[in-house]
């Protein structure tokens, strides 16, 4: 028989993990939903509206946004080709320049880099245009994230998210692209879509999470920060013109003294 001591059992315990009457509020919208439904439609369209209204009104917001965008992008891509032929080298690549510049690529992929910093998420679809005035007739189509849905109600899935199918091994296999914008003032056809294969469709937005299909404004956090910050610079001038309405002179016939 062993006469060494049982250790007591270990009773540790989280503080983020109580509940009291202090931090119940702060965490009173904490939730158990997976990354597709606590990224519904809804909740998408809601972010992504706000944002878009942040970004055209707060100038700071506006301006680290277009930094990101001409850093990541700066002039566009540039080919280079290093074979032994430098006639080749240089036919190829002022082919790829004039391309470029046919289809604005530099400026379509820093909107690309933009609507993923605002919307989210960014889509481009390879497409062919024959009023291109180059050899190659190969062109991208930037559509805004709200054309990339399934109109009338979705519930996420393992094969389906809203605006995408998935093949069994979780690949995307189609996306639905809307005849029309869903806010465009003209839009008449909004039930109406397409399936485009996703081969087509490049689809760039930051997965947070494991299964996301979707993606949140990367301006999320930032969004009621940034509405503080707006209030206080509004509050700072209007207490500064408030305090520059008081004045008054004060007259003596007395004469100065020599302090």
Not at 78 to 94: H, K
Not at 116 to 137: A, K, M, S, W, Y
């Amino acid at each position: 028989r062993s006469s060494r001591r049982v250790p007591p059992p270990v009773r540790a315990r989280y503080d983020a993990a109580q509940s009291t009457t202090e931090n119940s509020n702060h965490w009173a919208n904490a939730d158990a939903l997976s990354a597709r439904a606590a990224n519904s439609p809804e909740i998408r369209r809601t972010l992504r509206n706000r944002a878009r209204y942040e970004r055209d009104n707060n100038s700071y917001c506006s301006g680290m946004l277009e930094t990101v965008a001409s850093h990541t992008i700066g002039t566009g891509p540039r080919l280079q080709i290093r074979t032994n032929n430098a006639a080749f080298n240089r036919r190829v690549m002022s082919s790829f320049e004039e391309w470029t510049a046919a289809i604005g690529l530099a400026e379509k992929l820093r909107t690309f880099r933009e609507a993923r910093g605002v919307d989210g998420e960014g889509f481009l679809l390879i497409t062919n245009n024959p009023r291109l005035r180059t050899p190659v007739q190969l062109d991208l189509t930037d559509v805004e994230a709200d054309q990339i849905a399934t109109p009338g109600p979705t519930l996420p899935s393992k094969t389906a998210v809203d605006g995408i199918e998935f093949d069994r091994w979780g690949n995307p296999a189609y996306y639905h692209l809307l005849e029309s914008h869903p806010g465009d003032l003209s839009s008449m056809s909004w039930g109406s879509f397409t399936r485009l294969p996703a081969e087509v469709v490049l689809h760039w937005f930051k997965r947070r999470r494991p299964g996301q299909a979707r993606g949140v404004s990367e301006l999320t956090p930032a969004l009621p920060l940034y509405a503080l910050l707006r209030r206080y610079g509004l509050a700072t001038v209007s207490a500064a013109e408030i305090a520059a309405l008081f004045a008054a002179m004060l007259k003596s016939q007395l004469p100065p003294d020599d302090d």
